[in-house]
T-cell receptor, first 116, second 111 residues
């Protein structure tokens, strides 16, 4: 069972470059999330998706974009990288059947991104 | 907006001593509550969760947590710390299609 797979694991970008962080899950989960984790700040929600074709902003969406063309994939796009986007990025997914909740999130191992 | 407060960003305990990690939340309705653990260079792993029913919840690795509605708390405990418990611990609340995380508590276990 692969679970939630994130690629790449590490990346260094120059200011102004763009890149896409990939996230894929093989658990047929409806809900997917992108977080950033900064030291002492916990996890901040960037974007989330409740299903293919549906995305919504989280707490800190500025500077990022997402798409959800399939149930499995939820890529995060940085268009113009800035030093403030240096962080560890985590993708997560949740199975929320209709009428149910309280399902835990399943996390990938993260992408460590440095912007210099 | 929801908030999750974890008192103490760093906690140190001796091996074999009680572990107590504190979590308080703000919510007008009973939320779903979770504790996650994060080891270095890894993602978060679920320790335990509370949804409904019994307010004392047992999780993996000997951890447990008690939901106290009157105190809006969900503190994590373990009777006897082990060296392998050294990690970052996050409390989380689920409500309104979103999870809200605390800022984390780093647990150090002293031999």
């Amino acid at each position: 069972n692969a679970g939630v797979t994130q690629t790449p694991k590490f990346r260094i970008l120059k200011i102004g470059q763009s890149m896409t962080l990939q996230c894929a899950q093989d658990m047929n989960h409806n809900y997917m999330y992108w977080y950033r984790q900064d030291p002492g700040m916990g996890l901040k929600l960037i974007y989330y998706s409740v299903g293919a074709g549906i995305t919504d902003k989280g707490e800190v969406p500025n500077g990022y974009n997402v798409s959800r063309s399939t149930t499995e994939d939820f890529p995060l796009r940085l268009e113009l990288a800035a030093p403030s986007q240096t962080s560890v990025y985590f993708c997560a997914s949740t199975l929320l059947p209709a009428g149910g909740a309280g399902q835990p999130q399943h996390f990938g191992d993260g992408t460590r991104l440095s912007i210099l | 907006a929801q908030s999750v407060t974890q008192l103490g960003s760093h906690v140190s305990v001796s091996e074999g001593a009680l572990v107590l990690l504190r979590c308080n939340y703000s919510s007008s309705v009973p939320p779903y509550l979770f504790w996650y653990v994060q080891y270095p260079n890894q993602g978060l792993q679920l320790l335990l969760k509370y949804t409904t029913g019994a307010t004392l919840v047992k999780g993996i690795n000997g951890f447990e947590a008690e939901f106290k509605k009157s105190e809006t708390s969900f503190h994590l405990t373990k009777p006897s710390a082990h060296m392998s418990d050294a990690a970052e611990y996050f409390c989380a609340v689920y409500t309104g299609n979103q999870f809200y995380f605390g800022t984390g508590t780093s647990l150090t276990v002293i031999p």
